[in-house]
């Protein structure tokens, strides 16, 4: 089978896994992890063939036999040679669009990227998951049971669902809300260094605070959203994107405040509210 590959030299790649390297030095991050992403740009370089034919004849497990290129590395780089994209280098850009990373899945154009984003309020390829899930995408013009069937098959390749349930299951609610909590505490302490978003910034300002930390095998970026949704709800000080990268790949979450219900003014995971629910009534058993 052809890849509809999108980014084909090596030396593309490697620019691109310096470049997220140099990122994460420049902002903070653990040292290790940045040492991780420079030896994954020399070991792609010093290649003798394309990493496209690598992964077309071998899979990830080929990729992951290059010294040097562990799990994590091994789903960016088959991220970048099919689609093209690397969230996590946009996210440090701060130039993430979820309407392009919907159209990133196979069988979604732009109009109902938009439509996705905007009427169901999905930025995730999580959200996406969930709403193919719980019935919400099939309540959508244009998709049938037949394509929901194939983006819900793309989606558990693409986030990595079988490795999952090999390695475990996703971080815990309590963890993910612990990270928004370091965030938001670190922003208002002034202890974040700030970025300057591409997006919605034309004054190029660094308004952005942005917090890499860790919770054992697990690195996290956050940052506030900086999405069109949120900046037309007002929400760009509220909802924070949780970017998750661990032994089961690259993860996004988004954390908010509820506005409804029983979990009114607490902070929240989108896409996990019943998850939400059971911690907080085991809190207040606890408590």
């Not at 093209?84 to 946009?90: A, K, T, V, Y």
Request: glycine content about 10%.
């Amino acid at each position: 089978m052809r890849w509809p590959f999108r980014v084909t030299t090596n030396s593309q790649i490697a620019r691109r896994l310096d470049e997220l390297a140099s990122l994460l030095e420049a902002q903070g991050a653990n040292p290790f992890r940045v040492g991780a992403y420079r030896r994954g740009a020399m070991a792609v370089t010093g290649l003798s063939e394309p990493v496209s034919n690598l992964y077309e004849h071998r899979g990830i497990e080929g990729l992951e036999q290059i010294p040097g290129i562990g799990h994590r590395l091994a789903v960016a780089i088959r991220g970048l040679v099919e689609t093209g994209r690397l969230p996590m280098l946009e996210h440090l850009r701060g130039e993430i669009d979820p309407v392009l990373l919907l159209q990133s899945v196979p069988g979604i154009g732009r109009v109902q990227a938009e439509r996705l984003h905007h009427e169901l309020g999905i930025d995730t390829l999580e959200e996406l998951e969930a709403a193919a899930h719980d019935g919400r995408l099939a309540g959508v013009a244009g998709f049938g049971t037949k394509k929901v069937a194939g983006i819900v098959d793309s989606l558990a390749s693409r986030l990595g669902r079988v490795r999952h349930l090999e390695s475990g299951m996703p971080p815990p609610i309590e963890e993910l809300l612990d990270v928004d909590r370091e965030y938001r505490e670190g922003f208002l302490a002034g202890k974040l260094p700030t970025i300057a978003p591409r997006r919605f910034n034309p004054g190029k300002t660094a308004w952005l605070p942005i917090l890499h930390t860790q919770r054992e095998d697990r690195h996290y970026t956050a940052l506030f959203s900086n999405t069109a949704r949120a900046h037309r709800l007002g929400t760009t000080r509220d909802w924070v994107i949780l970017y998750e990268d661990g032994d089961s790949g690259a993860h996004q979450y988004t954390v908010i405040t509820s506005k409804q219900g029983s979990l009114e003014g607490r902070r929240i995971v989108r896409g996990r509210e019943a998850e939400c629910q059971e911690y907080f009534k085991r809190e207040r058993v606890a408590g």
